[in-house]
């Protein structure tokens, strides 16, 4: 397999890293033996097991069955969306879940919708780490697997992008034009987005080059979150997916993502200060060099490109103006 033509999921140990003694503690006292789980050790366990190839065991999902309630639980599942979780089990809904994510892809439709619901009801901090996950391992499964079906992975992210539109911190999101955005739900617009967020490194796209092609399937879900939330950090998110292979036929998409922008704001922060005007025109330039009738005054999304340039232009972005000029002389 070529180096970076699989989508990775980070986390996984083998068992040589592993020490079995490490799972339980035992303390003694009033001459009672005590167990305790250490959490930690438990989590690199289900480390292990997520490490197995899928078919080289038949009781991984019965791990998954078995702790679910638990799990559930401990992430605060029926509580009130704005609750705070004291102790926040990390590790263990970093293996667990993406063993969840294999659940919910094969699951039947039945047990798809009660499955999911022990994701997007949880309250709205949880939901963000959890479904980050979760939404992350299922990508795995579908890109790495070409004879994989795009319907549930892409019923999925529509599922998780609704719930992620109900977030308190989406739903009163200020300045569309700000790049600021929060940790919690910063990490769960990203990766519907299919990108990583870290406030010190930046967003980029996780999706390599040689599986971009699978995406289409999966913009559908994307499409709605264009035009609300933060703004700037969804277009962001787009432009940088979009340009990990620029393909022509995605015009319709760009061009509709554009002039969402632009309903929300016109402002120079996120045109010009955070670069999505520049990319906007990076994007135009390599669809044009893929399909070249993109330049003609008969096609049908010409009237669309021509305004959107106007409007990079009208903003002051400055790589949008030569575009511009070779779009007019059809060249």
């Known amino acids: 397999m070529r180096r970076g033509s699989r989508l990775q999921v980070t986390g996984l140990i083998t068992p040589a890293e592993f020490e079995e003694d490490e799972i339980f503690d035992s303390a003694v006292a009033d001459?009672?033996?005590?167990?305790?789980?250490?959490?930690?050790a438990a989590a690199q366990w289900l480390a292990m097991v997520q490490a197995v190839p899928k078919?080289?065991?038949d009781w991984r999902q019965e791990v998954?069955?078995?702790?679910?309630?638990?799990?559930?639980?401990?992430n605060g599942l029926r509580l009130p969306v704005d609750i705070e979780i004291d102790h926040d089990p990390h590790e263990w809904n970093l293996h667990y879940y993406a063993l969840f994510a294999e659940r919910l892809l094969d699951a039947t439709d039945a047990?798809?919708?009660?499955?999911?619901?022990?994701?997007?009801?949880?309250?709205?901090?949880p939901f963000g780490k959890v479904a980050q996950t979760v939404i992350h391992s299922a990508d795995a499964l579908y890109f790495n697997d070409p004879a994989r079906s795009a319907a549930r992975p892409a019923e999925l992210r529509t599922r998780l992008a609704q719930r992620v539109m109900a977030l308190q911190r989406w739903k009163y999101a200020d300045d569309p034009a700000s790049s600021r955005i929060?940790?919690?739900?910063?990490?769960?617009?990203?990766?519907?987005?299919?990108s990583t967020y870290n406030p010190f490194n930046g967003t980029r796209s996780y999706l390599p080059p040689t599986l971009f092609d699978r995406v289409d399937p999966l913009l559908p879900a994307i499409k709605p979150l264009l035009p609300g939330g933060p703004t700037a950090f969804v277009a962001l998110c787009t432009m940088n997916l979009l340009l990990v292979a620029t393909r022509a036929r995605h015009i319709d998409f760009l061009l509709e993502a554009t002039e969402a922008w632009f309903?929300?704001?016109?402002?120079?922060?996120?045109?010009?200060?955070?670069?999505?005007?520049?990319?906007?025109v990076?994007?135009?330039?390599?669809a044009i060099t893929e399909d070249p009738t993109l330049l003609g005054r008969v096609h049908a999304l010409?009237?669309?490109?021509?305004?959107?340039?106007?409007?990079?232009?009208?903003?002051?972005v400055a790589e949008a103006h030569e575009l511009e000029l070779r779009v007019e002389a059809g060249e």
């Open 31 to 40: 001459s009672a033996s005590n167990i305790h789980v250490n959490s930690k």
């Open 55 to 57: 078919g080289a065991n």
């Open 64 to 74: 998954v069955q078995a702790y679910v309630d638990w799990t559930s639980r401990m």
């Open 111 to 125: 047990s798809f919708e009660a499955d999911l619901k022990l994701v997007t009801d949880l309250p709205d901090e």
């Open 182 to 194: 929060d940790m919690d739900s910063g990490g769960i617009v990203a990766k519907i987005m299919l």
């Open 263 to 280: 309903g929300r704001s016109d402002a120079p922060g996120l045109w010009i200060d955070m670069g999505i005007g520049r990319k906007v």
């Open 282 to 286: 990076q994007w135009l330039e390599g």
């Open 302 to 316: 010409r009237g669309r490109i021509d305004r959107a340039l106007g409007r990079l232009v009208s903003v002051g």
